[in-house]
């Protein structure tokens, strides 16, 4: 659904950055910016820089930064749209639905209203003194305490058939839409519907953003013999299955940082961890899918696999192994002891036993296929020994990180005691397999920081146009042309910069914000970079009368040293091209000489650089 272009400037324009950087971080002043621990990697020295006057962010660690949009989408991992519309929610700014869009949207929020109402209806019930007793005391006797029921929103389906029915009248509510929510069934008459889930204790199933999408409903101990002990939403407009985890709302913060997640089997080991301090996930009554793990693959680098220790469980390792490697992600691979899951583990053991635990059994997922190959007894026969090799081979082909398929390799060869050249032969035929076939999976492209290409000079002028405003724009644009800067983010600053400046009134353009330019993402990120420096003079300084020539003290001259510098590159460049031109054409034909004269010209151009009237007023 598109955003119209106003929306997007009251947004970006109105936005309170460091009031949407604080749900995230802990923020302390530090002369005009804040300061503190980046959200996006982990650090001891606080190095992440929040400008609320320029409205920018800046990790002088990680290198990222930019406006509050930019925010949004890396700490959400969001795209442009949707972290416009996460922010117009926030801000209370309606986004005014296209015509062509408005029915699919009208559709899909009704259904969201009627999972929000029937989560609020579970809750209460959960609550109930009566009613919601059994529930609550099987919660307390899963160690589950009422702030872990409240924080993933817990609630308790009644032994009904009609009672969501019955209260979703009084919210206006629709049966056809809860039947279209997943809420309730359809008779086998055809004439009415019943509550899907009865007697049951409730879990909300969130998307990664934070939207109520569906229900796990788990039977309590005195349920109907032949009662399924789970049941799910069935798939709707809004719920699918293969692309939701359980608890990736709640635990992608700690993930993000952490750049890896632990994968439980159930909800119950996901509460628990939670309410430990430990962040994890589970998927919803699926095995993993491609489009989880690519959904993970916005948070972390590294899957953990906590899986049973039963026959069945190491086969669902094993699955689960192919699909993470296949989809960009590392593996490894953790086992409980005998009889034990998460849930009753870190509730025996406490939270500091189960870390300790993960930190000292957690392995990589070569030494666990191997392991779970010998205990199969698979290795005591050459053929088995080499099954298994090649099995493994071909999993260290799907790699794409080449450094950490040398590693893998260097494992795998410690392992099976075979020579390291050996298994590079297999892995690589397997990647010629995949590359005949086109199965390759395309490397990740890494990200760039836009300023590594562009001139200190280029830089520089970009800087005093963004922090002088209007005079500087004005008299830097009227000496440099638009293809004298560097192709990429650097032109489409100075692009950006135009347009702004024509916009606003001469005089009411002075240092420019950040929020006020529309451009595109890494362009963001070089403004950022341009605009936020790590330190900052101390006012101290001032109050001593120690003197401190400020950064752009004499713009002008600065100004202009760096023009001479880019020009002075810039036409070096074109002198390159010409002669290389001049020595490939005819010998003393037309058009060598015409390349002659330009190279006069160019190289007069050079010499006049030198004199101080050419960058007069």
């Not at 990790?59 to 949004?72: A, E, L, P, Q």
């Not at 109930?128 to 993933?152: M, V």
């Not at 593996?331 to 000292?360: C, H, I, K």
Request: one cysteine or more; a negative charge; charged letters at 30%.
């Amino acid at each position: 659904m598109r955003i119209p272009e106003h929306i997007v400037e009251q947004v970006r324009d109105g936005a309170d950055i460091l009031g949407v950087v604080e749900d995230y971080v802990r923020m302390k002043k530090a002369g005009n910016n804040y300061i503190g621990l980046c959200p996006f990697h982990e650090e001891k020295t606080a190095s992440f820089n929040v400008s609320p006057s320029r409205g920018y962010f800046k990790c002088f660690g990680c290198g990222k930064g930019g406006n509050v949009i930019t925010f949004v989408m890396e700490i959400e991992r969001l795209d442009f749209l949707d972290a416009v519309r996460w922010l117009a929610d926030r801000m209370g700014i309606e986004i005014p639905v296209q015509v062509a869009d408005q029915e699919e949207f009208k559709k899909k929020e009704t259904i969201y209203n009627a999972l929000r109402f029937a989560a609020e209806y579970y809750v209460k019930k959960l609550q109930e003194s009566t009613i919601g007793l059994p529930a609550r005391e099987y919660l307390e006797a899963r160690g589950l305490t009422d702030k872990t029921a409240e924080r993933f929103k817990l609630g308790y389906a009644p032994d009904s058939w009609s009672g969501l029915l019955e209260a979703a009248q009084t919210g206006h509510i629709e049966p056809e839409t809860l039947l279209k929510a997943g809420l309730v069934a359809e008779r086998d008459n055809g004439r009415g519907y019943y509550d899907r889930f009865r007697n049951r204790i409730m879990f909300p199933i969130w998307s990664h953003v934070g939207k109520i999408i569906g229900f796990g409903g788990r039977a309590l101990a005195d349920a109907k013999e032949g009662t399924p002990k789970y049941l799910n939403t069935p798939e709707t407009e809004v719920y699918h299955k293969s692309y939701v985890l359980y608890g990736l709302f709640q635990a992608k913060r700690v993930a993000r940082q952490q750049d890896k997640i632990l994968l439980v089997e159930g909800y119950t080991d996901v509460l628990a961890l939670d309410q430990a301090g430990i962040g994890s996930i589970a998927c919803c009554g699926t095995a993993l899918t491609p489009q989880q793990v690519q959904l993970l693959g916005r948070f972390v680098k590294e899957i953990q696999l906590l899986y049973d220790a039963d026959t069945a469980g190491v086969d669902a390792t094993e699955r689960a192994v192919d699909v993470v490697l296949q989809n960009g992600l590392d593996a490894s691979v953790v086992s409980l002891p005998e009889g034990e899951d998460p849930d009753s583990f870190v509730r025996s053991q406490g939270a500091d036993q189960f870390r300790a635990y993960l930190q000292t059994t957690t392995k990589d997922w070569i030494e666990s296929l191997y392991l779970a190959a010998d205990g199969r007894n698979t290795l005591s026969t050459l053929r088995g020994k080499l099954l298994e090799l090649s099995r493994i081979s071909e999993r260290i082909s799907w790699l794409q990180d080449q450094l950490l398929k040398k590693l893998y390799i260097k494992r795998a060869s410690q392992l099976f005691g075979v020579l390291e050249g050996d298994i590079w032969d297999e892995v690589n035929r397997y990647l010629k397999g995949n590359q005949t076939s086109g199965g390759m999976i395309p490397s990740q492209s890494e990200e760039l920081d836009p300023t590594e290409e562009i001139p200190e000079a280029e830089k520089m002028l970009l800087q005093l146009m963004l922090e002088e405003g209007a005079p500087m724009i004005e008299y830097i644009l009227r000496h440099m042309s638009l293809d004298e800067f560097s192709e990429g983010a650097s032109q489409n600053l100075v692009e950006a910069i135009i347009d702004l400046y024509h916009e606003h009134q001469r005089e009411s353009l002075t240092a420019i914000q950040g929020g006020q330019l529309r451009v595109n993402e890494q362009t963001q990120q070089l403004v950022a970079n341009l605009l936020m420096r790590q330190h900052e003079v101390s006012r101290g300084w001032g109050e001593k009368k120690i003197v401190v020539p400020k950064l752009n003290q004499d713009a002008k001259r600065i100004a202009i040293d760096c023009m001479r510098e880019s020009k002075r590159k810039h036409i070096g460049e074109e002198m390159d091209e010409l002669l290389n031109q001049i020595l490939n054409s005819e010998q003393g034909g037309e058009d060598q000489l015409k390349l002659q004269e330009k190279y006069r010209q160019k190289s007069q151009l050079l010499r006049d650089l030198q004199k101080v009237e050419i960058f007069g007023d």
